[in-house]
């Protein structure tokens, strides 16, 4: 029987965990974190309609594809133009849907001659510095991405895939075809696949609507918790984590770590691996929760410790998160 995708990330991510040299985890603090954690974090899933388009039909499916095509990009954040306030998703989530209110929601033909000039336009960006010219740069190639991929596989249908799938697993291998949604790192010759967007996007489609026939997958709550920059925040701050300190100064210095290295997969993946023993916990001895609603609870959390702690999060500049 073959394994699914979801058990690979859980394995994978393990193994990362126990032979991670760069990052430690504290067994102990896990045990003993999921009653702290409950307490102090409401769970009020839900879309902000200030920055998605909502209450579309599958215009605000089509609208969260388009939008978790380029759900990345946080190494690049401290130099996007952003809003008042918000953050850098925030930011490119309201102008996008703002473009899509005046414009309409862009067709896989469209979507396939984006060049890093329109997105620049569509999300008030200016590439005349080197960051910003490289963000929208990787922006277009996303989107190109997905247009040509929707018209060469689904007559142009970019909701083709979900018409065409049965689970959230298909959905997630269908979207693996493209190169922008393959996260798939190699710990010394280990394969880990984690899996960030992919994810992610169905999460935001199933959370925008539950009830649409293209989004009633029998395996979504076996997702597993979504890795970006966040979780290893989180998890550092409140000690389930531990960094060698040449990554805490590095971290500390805001120097970029790169994609790819084994310093970046042990934090992405032991989070992963905290995340999952942290959700069994609550499960096996206070409330069922899926991993979806956890990793609502922590990415909350996440947004008060930057508020309150000096720490800082990693960053890494790539298309994954």
């Known amino acids: 029987m073959s394994i699914s995708i979801f058990d690979k990330i859980r394995n994978s991510t393990r193994h990362v965990a126990e032979n991670a040299r760069w990052v430690h985890v504290d067994e102990m603090a896990i045990n003993a974190y999921p009653e702290s954690l409950l307490l102090s974090e409401k769970i009020v899933l839900d879309h902000t309609p200030e920055h998605h388009l909502l209450d579309q039909g599958e215009d605000t499916m089509r609208f969260f594809v388009i939008l978790d095509s380029i759900n990345f990009g946080s190494g690049y954040f401290p130099f996007l133009d952003k809003d008042k306030g918000v953050s850098g998703y925030f930011t490119v989530a309201r102008r996008l849907k703002s473009f899509c209110e005046r414009e309409g929601i862009p067709s896989s033909g469209e979507l396939a001659q ?112 979504f890795a970006d920059n966040i979780l290893p925040f989180v998890f550092s701050c409140d000690g389930l984590i531990k960094y060698h300190p040449w990554i805490e100064e590095r971290i500390s210095n805001e120097e970029i770590i790169g994609s790819g290295s084994s310093e970046e997969i ?56």
């Open 114 to 225: 984006l060049d890093k000039k329109k997105c620049a336009a569509i999300f008030e960006q200016e590439i005349d510095s080197p960051h910003m010219d490289e963000l929208m740069q990787l922006f277009s190639l996303a989107l190109r991405e997905l247009g040509s991929w929707a018209t060469e596989n689904f007559d142009g249908d970019i909701l083709g895939f979900l018409r065409k799938v049965e689970s959230a697993e298909a959905a997630i291998l269908s979207l693996m075809n493209m190169n922008s949604f393959r996260d798939v790192a190699y710990y010394h010759g280990f394969e880990v696949p984690l899996l960030k967007r992919a994810q992610i996007m169905l999460q935001d489609i199933k959370l925008a609507l539950p009830n649409h026939h293209l989004i009633q997958f029998h395996d979504m709550d076996d997702l597993t918790i």
């Open 266 to 321: 042990e934090m992405r993946a032991c989070s992963v691996y905290v995340a999952e023993r942290v959700g069994e916990i609550i499960n096996e001895e206070l409330k069922p929760m899926s991993v979806r609603e956890l990793d609502y609870v922590l990415w909350n959390r996440g947004q008060k410790l930057k508020k309150s702690t000096t720490s800082k999060r990693h960053r890494t500049r790539c298309i994954f998160y």
